[in-house]
Nanobody, 122 residues
């Protein structure tokens, strides 16, 4: 099975940038669509971005469209989330997830990382 470990979170001022990484082990991520979710205190977990197995198709939540970019390097078994122009509303724990299929239409929840905290100050 696949194990996922997120990194790259931290504290940043509004307007700043962070790049999150999700390192996978156990299996090659080319077998999976991948996604980033986030969960803020008191809120439900939401899908932020997703990418298909090859990187040819992507999805972004409206709230992050134009600011975040998801990418993957299957050779390195790693998925990234470049976050630019961060806003306080982006503050959350960000989770990496592997889909059950190869497309962004897949269902999620089979594999999750432990999460990395992103805090954006005003």
């Amino acid at each position: 099975q696949v194990q996922l470990v997120e990194s790259g979170g931290g504290l940043v001022q509004a307007g700043g940038s962070l790049r999150l990484s999700c390192a996978a082990s156990g299996r090659t991520i080319s077998s999976y669509a991948m996604a980033w979710f986030r969960q803020a205190p008191g809120k439900e977990r939401e899908l932020v971005s997703a990418i298909n197995w090859s990187g040819g198709s992507t999805y972004y939540a409206d709230s992050v469209k134009g600011r975040f970019t998801i990418s993957r390097d299957n050779a390195k078994n790693t998925v990234y989330l470049q976050m630019n122009n961060l806003k306080p509303g982006d503050t959350a724990v960000y989770f990496c997830a592997a889909g059950r299929g190869t497309s962004i239409a897949t269902t999620w929840g089979g594999y999750w990382g432990q999460g990395t905290q992103v805090t954006v100050s005003s």
